[in-house]
């Protein structure tokens, strides 16, 4: 039983089908409203930073590309302390809170620091710390709210809402910067108070303040996720698929090239993906219950090898635009909350925190490796031979990731923390 | 983070929502509306009085963002006044003066004014301004752009340089179309970016291309609309008055800390040296009559920020011409 829909009157009992007609939980949503509300205040200041860092202080933008390199590989690392961190004694909410807080404050950083590079530098790191050490805690969360039938659609709202924040942000940020003539200060203090807004939704609507059964026994390290084969087998088959990704920034680079599309619309072709992504994420997450997780993943990455061949073959027509971008929302729909709902189920509740970081982790780095192997293959060979490769190898590991993927995740102890029970649902 | 004592009721817990976003937003608003106020609009235009017939260093002053002036040589008063300007030159009664256009997608408006600074001509292009130069007579100008997300890193920038004759009117938006020769062949690559012109004549650039990792010297030819590479790894070119010496930024590390220093090339012979400025240099040199070399630098180890001067023939040591200032145009 589970006891986050025991006490509804409105659950009806988990069936096999999973999916259809069920509301989704109180924290899914709690947690969703908080990811919007921070998406927007980190999104604002991702948007402008390059602009404040090159116009506002001079820095070069060797400078800046550097900077942004550095804070962008800490994130990974922090990752796996979160998860650690939460798992062991159930504080979820209190190190996502801490990370929410953290980049909530890096704003007042940017603020402070003025031109001071070291300053900028420091608020930056502490924003991917933030960053890094909530999102473990947070997914995991998530996959704990519920029944593992349902896991996708929670998944899929969650990921919805948060991808509603990232395409506001920009736009807040625009407006701010449009209305002051450019004061990036106050930029940086609407995002300091947007974030500030999500913090405060995350203490008052998200449950987890109790201590899960046992409290005393240690968490597993996330290395015993290890142990598990059903996880290992979905590790490895993200790792496979991810190190065969060649990044989105390419993706756009080459549609850009291919159709001469002026740079003043350029920064608008991801948020093309994102409108996909944001429309599929819920249906991806319905459809993942009822068909099971291994499918979807797969074809997202199949969605994804149709990108490329689409820009192989249709590299210069006009057409290609919409077709590339939605598919490129389709991957992201039916691979980044469907992943998480893959993987939860097979680790224990306790150590859920720290598997979900393990995998996270694995997956970026091998995002990061394939990206640097195509940056290198285009350098050396051109787009075309490059992306050939990227093709044929894509096709390799969606080979190997089907005979990788286990066909039913073997169900842990998948009972829910004791603070997710529906006292503390109801928003 | 720290739990509420006790948990609220349910509407208790929007009550305090409600609160939190008026409360929020309420200082948000405010200090929108205190930036908005704070930062007057930029003054366009310059004050009657100043113009370009006066010589002097001509500079853009940092705490104002507009154009001024200082005796060229001996120490005397700042004159102020002009247009506000990112960047700004002038040679041969015409100067250019690049601004960013406020909100997004970030554009560089080119302003030409004549010697009474006066606008001539406007254009907008996109990116932000960087790079400005005027030829000796005042008829070519010259402006480099960056462009943001043009390459596949997605914090790179790339560049965008145009160049407008004023004797017919003619705008080249980018002169990345213009045959290259490296190395002795027709050089075609995807990547090739454009910055810092430098003019000998009203024909005749010098500028750096930088494809693949590496950066040129280019001499350009816009009569014959055909550039030739002359040496590797060297940006930001400034020609003397004289035509012989190029001044320049030269990568002495990899790396992003301390990656430029000043250099000097002698044309004829293509030898090089170093100048006394031991600071890495981001900043298209200028050249001043007495054949010293000027140049904006930030706030470093004690000097503060403003425009040095260091002799260009590598002698001697950095000399600061004005405080909290860039750009420097010398005008005769």
């Known amino acids: 039983m589970y006891l986050a829909t025991t006490g509804r009157r409105d659950a009806p009992s988990p069936s096999a089908t999973g999916g259809g007609g069920r509301r989704v939980p109180g924290v899914v949503l709690a947690l969703g409203a908080v990811s919007l509300v921070t998406d927007i205040s980190s999104e604002m200041v991702t948007a402008v930073l390059p602009l404040y860092l090159v116009l506002g202080l001079g820095l070069s933008p060797l400078q800046f590309g550097f900077l942004d390199g550095l804070f962008n590989g800490v994130t990974a690392l922090v990752r796996l302390l979160g998860g650690r961190a939460a798992d062991r004694g159930g504080r979820h909410k209190r190190i996502a809170g801490l990370g929410y807080l953290l980049s909530a404050a890096s704003r007042l950083g940017l603020l402070l620091a003025g031109g001071a590079a070291s300053g900028i530098a420091a608020a930056l790191a502490t924003d991917r710390l933030g960053k890094g050490i909530r999102t473990a805690p947070r997914d995991a969360l998530i996959s704990l709210s519920g029944p593992p039938e349902t896991l996708g659609r929670a998944f899929g709202v969650h990921r919805a809402m948060d991808t509603t924040g990232a395409l506001l942000g920009p736009l807040a940020a625009f407006a701010v910067l449009w209305a002051t003539a450019d004061a990036y200060d106050a930029v940086f203090v609407v995002s300091f108070c947007v974030g500030l807004l999500g913090v405060l939704l995350l203490v008052l609507y998200v449950p987890g303040g109790a201590e899960p059964v046992a409290p005393r026994a240690p968490a597993p390290p996330a290395r015993a996720a290890l142990g598990d084969r059903a996880f290992r087998r979905v590790l490895y088959a993200a790792a496979l698929l991810g190190a065969a990704t060649i990044g989105d920034s390419f993706v756009y680079l080459l549609l850009q090239r291919g159709l001469d599309i002026p740079l003043d619309w350029f920064p608008l072709l991801p948020l093309g993906a994102a409108a996909g992504y944001l429309v599929l994420a819920v249906p991806a997450g319905r459809i993942a219950d009822r068909v099971g997780r291994r499918l979807p993943f797969l074809w997202g990455h199949a969605a994804l090898l149709a990108v490329y061949v689409l820009l192989l073959t249709h590299a210069t027509s006009p057409l290609l635009l919409v077709p590339v971008l939605a598919l490129l929302g389709v991957f992201y729909a039916a691979t980044d909350g469907v992943l998480m709902a893959l993987a939860g189920p097979a680790l224990p509740v306790r150590g859920r925190a720290g598997g979900l970081a393990l995998l996270q982790t694995a997956q970026a780095v091998a995002r990061l490796a394939g990206a640097a192997g195509f940056g290198a293959a285009w350098t050396a060979w051109g787009e075309r031979q490059a992306l050939w490769v990227a093709a044929a190898a894509l096709l390799l590991a969606l080979a190997g990731a089907t005979a990788l993927l286990p066909a039913e995740v073997e169900r842990r102890d998948s009972a829910p923390l004791e603070g997710s029970s529906p006292k503390g649902q109801h928003p | ?332």
């Open chain 2, 1 to 332: 983070m720290n739990q509420p004592p006790a948990p609220l009721s349910a509407r208790r817990r929007l009550a305090v929502v409600v609160v939190a976003v008026l409360v929020l937003a309420g200082g948000s608003l405010g200090y929108v509306l205190h930036a908005r106020d704070r930062d007057g609009a930029q003054q366009a235009v310059a004050d009657a009085s100043f113009t370009l017939s006066a010589p002097g260093l001509y500079f853009r002053d940092t705490a104002t963002g507009r154009v001024a002036r200082r005796p060229l040589g001996t120490p005397g008063p700042r004159a102020a006044g002009g247009p506000s300007c990112e960047r700004f030159y002038a040679a041969g009664g015409t100067a250019l003066c690049l601004r960013r256009l406020a909100g997004l997608p970030v554009r560089t408006q080119a302003l030409v004014l004549d010697r009474r600074l006066r606008e001539v001509r406007r254009v907008t292009v996109p990116g932000i301004p960087n790079r400005a130069r005027v030829s000796p007579s005042g008829r070519l100008l010259a402006w480099t752009a960056f462009a943001v997300g043009d390459s596949y890193a997605t914090s790179g920038f790339s560049t965008r340089t145009s160049v407008l004759d004023l004797r017919t009117g003619y705008l080249i938006k980018s002169i990345e179309g213009i045959p290259l020769t490296v190395d002795g062949s027709r050089y075609h690559a995807p990547d090739v970016n454009f910055w810092g012109v430098t003019f000998a004549d009203d024909d005749r650039f010098y500028a750096t291309v930088s494809t693949r990792g590496h950066t040129f010297l280019v001499a350009g030819d816009l009569k014959t609309w055909s550039a030739r590479a002359l040496r590797r790894n060297v940006e930001c070119p400034s020609l003397s008055p004289d035509g012989t010496r190029v001044a320049f930024k030269k990568r002495v590390t990899s790396g992003p800390d301390a990656p430029w220093r000043l250099y000097v090339l002698e044309l004829s012979t293509l030898r090089e040296h170093p100048l006394a400025e031991p600071q890495s240099v981001d900043d298209q040199a200028a050249w001043l009559p007495d054949g010293r070399v000027a140049y904006a630098l930030p706030a470093h180890s004690g000097r503060p920020a403003g425009i040095w001067s260091v002799p260009g023939d590598g002698t001697g040591a950095p000399e600061l011409l004005a405080a909290g200032a860039t750009s420097p145009s010398p005008v005769g």
